[in-house]
């Protein structure tokens, strides 16, 4: 579901950031005047106010591309002056309409050099402004760690002003974060400090986002009747704004949860009707989704019924959160009617939505690395108290040998010499396995991720996106894959994919390519990266005419338990960009226009035929013959020339990564 707090915080925070500007030359000045001001004033403080209050008016006029131009001739202009006030509130300017148009870098570049200039010119309104506004971008980012710091920065200058909507803004935040960290404790400590400002606060933004925020937490803690409480409050002060609908979902689903069916029924269909009427289709779909989660228990006609309206709308919308969800009630619903084929479906649906691209198996793999690290870590520290440890006994033996004698000493010499020799051995062969095990879980990153990539990841702990201009990417997928599989066996289902699977991987090392990932019984992989390259459309060509003699070997003489299909392959080469996602689990990926026709290539080619765009086409067409296919339309992309690759011409150019080690 789409978070409340992001459609609300933003509001608090953009409409704090024009109070702010507002302050330097009004909200009511003309943008000509101001155009005439700044071409006809002086080269000084107050031309850069004026270029400062130019710039926000045409924020607010949504002409962000000259809005921007305006603060950099602000931003020069305070350098040049060093009127670090004026610049600060240019920075502040231009990361707001780097803001509006989603250049996220952009704005923490910008603002985070805003609030560095504030904090030289000890201006605590710039200070706790500029924190709130990073707060917000970083939790809009996922970031939620940073996002709690600025917003408690932002906390305690706001405090220093004074001024209530400040705190109260900063306040909400901070216990919004809280609530998505599951720390509900301290998220209600948070936002119960904003109820002694609630009386003169006459701000309603604040006062929904107060409420609805408490009563989510009161939601997550099971006390229902609190949560119903504060959500019925914020259905009062949001009656005529555009959350009104959502929040009526909200209450019908509390009341659910208490066993009030009846109420739970006329509340969402009553914040249905008021999406409907308003043309909010987000929120159409999300009541949608509840009707169907509450007649699932009731009625399962029903509940498909608005699950497929839900559909129909996120479909439209790309909603894939809510979508997902649909497709998990669906599988469920035609579960309990018994349809078993349509479940499947809605099931595979889910699936790929839900999934990602990592697993469990990655995870433990990645997770076994640090272990090892760690574990070599500890056993250094535990090597180096050890010897200290020794050496303070050995001198305290040391003065016990003089006085008992030479004998004894040389006796004890002796038996320290034995110990040590086979502590030796001990450390000796101890290191040897830790070594061993560090190797062992260095090849599994290597087979993970690519070597650069695994390398980068090791020194750096993080890996930096990079564009590739040149890439080719292919696309493969079994014919009629999901109606067999239907009627195999967990165990004969996945032994046949991981056969042919594993036959790919074989000819992907072959020719230097990297596979990237597997989707159900597709295949996907790419020539190019991580280090650029300029023959791999060929050696993605040569790659796809083996897959496809596996396929054709396979169903001529199948081996034992495998079972045979055709292959249907797409290649497509263009620019992409290529890095490593998430923070747990860590998988190697590519984006990109061209992924997306590799796939559709692969999508209208035909069994046991290699099928090109026109861009890797162009790029073969000397070396391979090809059969110009006409122009096909394709999803999203409209009419598209096409190619299937037959055979190769008698000139080789190409050859594997094996032929060129041994020419070298």
């Known amino acids: 579901m789409i978070d409340y707090r992001k459609r609300t915080y933003i509001l608090i925070v953009l409409s704090l950031l024009f109070l702010a500007l507002g302050s330097l030359w009004g909200q009511n000045a003309q943008i000509d005047s101001l155009k005439n001001i700044v071409q006809t004033g002086q080269q000084d403080t107050s031309k850069v106010a004026a270029l400062n209050a130019l710039s926000s008016e045409l924020i607010q006029n949504d002409e962000l591309d ?31 309409a780097e803001y509006y148009q989603s250049n996220y870098k952009e704005v923490l570049n910008n603002w985070t050099q805003s609030l560095k200039t504030f904090e030289v010119i000890q201006d605590t309104l710039g200070i706790a402004n500029l924190a709130l506004n990073l707060g917000v971008v970083y939790y809009d980012q996922g970031s939620l760690a940073k996002a709690l710091d600025y917003y408690l920065q932002s906390l305690s200058f706001s405090e220093k002003l004074g001024d ?13 974060v809280y609530s998505q960290m599951e720390e509900n404790d301290k998220a209600l400590s948070y936002y119960q400090q904003v109820e002694p400002y609630l009386s003169n606060l006459n701000n309603l933004n604040i006062q929904s986002t107060y409420l609805m925020g408490i009563g989510e937490v009161y939601s997550k803690r099971n006390d229902n009747d609190n949560a119903l409480k504060y959500y019925k409050e914020a259905l009062a002060v949001n009656k005529d704004t555009p959350d009104y609908a959502h929040i009526l979902t909200m209450i019908g689903k509390e009341e659910r949860k208490i066993g009030n069916v009846q109420r739970a029924m006329e509340y969402i269909d009553l914040a249905y009707k008021t999406a409907k009427e308003s043309d909010q289709p987000l929120d159409q779909v999300q009541t949608l989704l509840a009707l169907g989660d509450l007649f699932q228990e009731s009625n399962t006609s029903l509940a498909l019924k608005s699950y497929k309206e839900a559909e129909t709308l996120a479909l439209g919308m790309e909603t894939n959160e809510e979508l997902s969800d649909i497709y998990q009630g669906m599988a469920v619903a035609y579960q309990t009617t018994g349809n078993f084929k349509n479940a499947f479906e809605y099931q595979n649906k889910y699936l790929v939505l839900k999934d990602s691209i990592f697993n469990i198996k990655t995870d433990d793999k990645i997770r076994g690395l640090q272990f090892d690290f760690d574990l070599e870590k500890k056993q250094d520290e535990n090597d180096k108290l050890l010897q200290e440890a020794q050496i303070a006994d050995l001198q305290a033996k040391r003065q016990k040998y003089v006085i008992y004698g030479t004998v004894l000493g040389l006796l004890l010499v002796f038996v320290l010499a034995v110990g040590s020799y086979k502590r030796y051995r001990y450390v000796k062969k101890t290191n040897k396995i830790i070594e061993e095990e560090k190797n062992r879980s260095e090849n599994l990153l290597l087979n993970i991720l690519p070597d650069e990539t695994a390398l980068e990841l090791k020194q750096f702990g993080k890996v930096k996106a990079k564009k590739f201009e040149s890439v080719t990417v292919m696309f493969t997928d079994f014919k009629g894959f999901t109606s067999f599989s239907q009627n195999l066996s967990p165990e004969l289902l996945v032994k046949t994919v991981d056969y042919y699977f594993s036959k790919f991987d074989a000819i992907m090392e072959k020719y230097g390519l990297e596979k990237i990932k597997t989707i159900g019984d597709a295949y996907m992989c790419a020539g190019g990266l991580p280090f650029p390259t300029e023959d791999h459309p060929y050696k993605m060509v040569q790659a796809a005419f083996e897959v496809a003699q596996v396929m054709e070997e396979t169903k001529l003489n199948p081996p034992k338990d495998i079972v045979p299909f055709d292959v249907r392959i797409g290649i497509n080469t263009g620019g992409i960009v290529a890095g490593v996602v998430g923070t747990k689990k860590f998988a190697y990926d590519i984006w990109g226009d061209t992924v997306n026709v590799a796939a559709r290539m692969e999508t209208l080619s035909e069994p046991g035929r290699v ?54």
Not at 66 to 73: F, H, R
Not at 166 to 173: C, E, G, P, Q, W
Not at 631 to 639: L, P, R, S, Y
Request: aromatic share 8%.
């Open 164 to 176: 209530p909507i400040r705190i109260t803004s900063a306040l909400v935040n901070i216990g919004g």
């Open 66 to 96: 000259q809005a921007k131009s305006y603060a950099d001739q602000a931003i020069t202009l305070a350098d040049q002056l060093d009127f670090k006030k004026g610049k600060a509130y240019a920075l502040k300017n231009k990361g707001l």
């Open 611 to 664: 099928n090109v765009s026109q861009s890797t086409y162009l790029l073969i067409k000397d070396s391979y013959n090809c059969e110009h296919r006409g122009q096909i339309h394709v999803k999203n992309k409209g009419m598209m020339d096409m190619y299937f690759v037959n055979d190769k011409k008698e000139k080789p150019l190409i050859k594997t990564q094996k032929e060129n080690i041994l020419s070298s």
